[in-house]
DNA sequence: TAAACAGGTTACTAATAAGTTACCTTCTTA
DNA sequence: TAAGAAGGTAACTTATTAGTAACCTGTTTA
């Protein structure tokens, strides 16, 4: 298949999975570390509502992107991991990510997009 | 580079680029078409507004993945083909389209994503 | 015993994206 | 001469997404 082939349904899917403002920085922190605490992930991303990331989290959760585990004990303690699933965008997310550095490198370094998603 | 080493910045401007009901399907036929006229574009994708989808066009053509020209005369004619930007999204897409194949073809057999995009 | 912890929910507001309808232009055809 | 063509805009409504603030849970620590 080369890729002139794709169809826009699957890519549908594939876009829906990974619409949301902060999944691509949830991602990152995923495929780098894992294993994470959503308190360590909360507070290494600065801006995001808590109620925001949850959902995002939730969201990838019932996709399949990523497990959650909750650690028996008090204070609750619940960490999550990439699964299967999610790590096999990698190499999609690559492809997108050098495409990005390859044809709009000035974006890349302005740090703002359309749709306003400020990091740090 | 490994697929593990994404960032999410680069990402976060490609799927910026990305984002938009329409943009896959839009895609889809620019890559498929080599040229495709406005109302023909229109009307091969019956739900979606005209304000819409002119809108979406004049995102992508601000981003730079297609070119718009007018021909002249009247009544008006506006046509509009993928950039040698664009067509250097065709391996990206490609691999989000085979990762949802693979890895999501429930939700790809359904049609039925969380942000309602309903095609056909 | 009161505060702090971690993860989560609820009720609410603000911002962004998408959809609807009506209208404009200028040429051609009925 | 009135209607229809193609591409586009304007004003407005609706839906979806993100953000804010307050609250809840039980165990530990001060």
Not at 42 to 66: C, F, N, S, T, Y
Not at 96 to 111: H, Q
Request: a positive charge.
């Amino acid at each position: 298949m080369n890729y002139n082939e794709f169809k826009y349904c699957g890519l549908n899917v594939a876009l829906g999975a990974l619409s949301g403002k902060w999944k691509p920085i949830i991602l990152y922190y995923l495929f780098h570390q894992e294993e994470i605490r959503f308190t360590e992930l909360w507070r290494a991303i600065p801006k995001v509502a808590k109620k925001v990331l949850l959902e995002q989290l939730k969201q990838m959760e019932q996709d399949g992107l990523l497990l959650r585990e909750e650690k028996n004990g008090f204070p609750p303690e619940v960490w999550y991991r990439i699964s299967e699933k999610g790590r096999a965008l990698g190499p999609a997310l690559a492809a997108l990510e050098s495409w990005a550095n390859e044809y709009a490198a000035e974006e890349v370094d302005l740090l703002k997009i359309r749709r306003k998603v400020t990091l740090s």
